[in-house]
Nanobody, 118 residues
């Protein structure tokens, strides 16, 4: 089992910045992708950014050039969010994808609220 703890959300004005953090613990062997998803009220949970063990990144078009995902270990990932816009407001969830043999698992953090308001 993997425990995922995400944090760093808050209230920010448009154009401001926030840095989200995510740490996984427990059975972290086999973690190969970590990432961030977000869900606004009344909408589905959408991909924001992912990063593989080898450092390959993937971003949603809406955040390219503004958000940066980074990883400083097998089980810790960050999301630097710059030039935040009203439409970035959502609950952000950290995702951990793990492979164990022929099985694959997804684990989620509890979510951290990002509010963008003037």
């Amino acid at each position: 089992q993997v425990r995922v703890v995400d944090s760093g959300g808050g209230l920010v004005q448009p154009g401001g910045s926030l840095r989200l953090s995510c740490a996984a613990s427990g059975s972290i062997f086999g973690i190969n992708v970590m990432g961030w998803y977000r869900q606004a009220p009344g909408k589905e949970r959408d991909l924001v950014a992912t990063i593989t063990t080898y450092g390959k990144t993937n971003y949603a078009d809406s955040v390219k050039g503004r958000f940066t995902i980074s990883r400083d270990s097998t089980n810790t990932v960050y999301l630097q969010m710059n030039n935040l816009k009203f439409e970035d407001a959502a609950v952000y969830y950290c995702n951990v994808h793990r492979t164990a043999g022929r099985y694959e698992y997804d684990y989620w953090g509890q979510g951290t609220q990002v509010t963008v308001s003037s």
